[in-house]
């Protein structure tokens, strides 16, 4: 199974975007899949995640009232809607996928990682 993001660009501050997550394979009623970022500099970050078998969803504190995850079965994919960008959201953002609970943070936890899409937010 493998995971691919696209719909990264750049943007101007409070511009939005919305980023695409395809899986080859479709997620078990068991899996959450989610998108981690990574800044410059930084360590990866927890963004949000999703529940494939119901609609619990998890935010970071950072994103939370900003972006909205939220998945089509039909075409298992996930998606990052982003709105009210900041500069600070800048990061190659990561689609991951893991076995369990969506409600958790840690990098460790996500066993499934694709390759990252680029966003940028301009000043």
């Known amino acids: 199974v493998q995971l691919q993001a696209s719909g990264g660009g750049l943007v101007q501050t409070g511009g939005s975007l919305r980023l695409s997550c395809a899986a080859s394979?479709?997620?078990?009623?068991?899996?959450?899949m989610g998108w981690f970022r990574q800044a410059p500099g930084k360590e990866r970050e927890f963004v949000a995640s999703i529940s494939w078998g119901d609609d619990r969803t998890y935010y970071s504190d950072s994103v939370k009232g900003r972006f909205t995850i939220s998945k089509t079965r039909a075409e298992n994919t996930v998606f990052l809607q982003m709105n009210n960008l900041k500069p600070e959201d800048t990061a190659v953002y990561y689609c991951?996928?893991?076995?369990?609970?969506?409600?958790?943070?840690?990098?460790?936890?996500?066993?499934?990682w694709g390759q990252g899409t680029q966003v940028t937010v301009s000043s």
């Open positions: 991951v996928r893991r076995t369990g609970s969506p409600r958790t943070s840690y990098v460790g936890d996500y066993n499934l």
């Open positions: 394979g479709r997620p078990f009623s068991s899996h959450a």
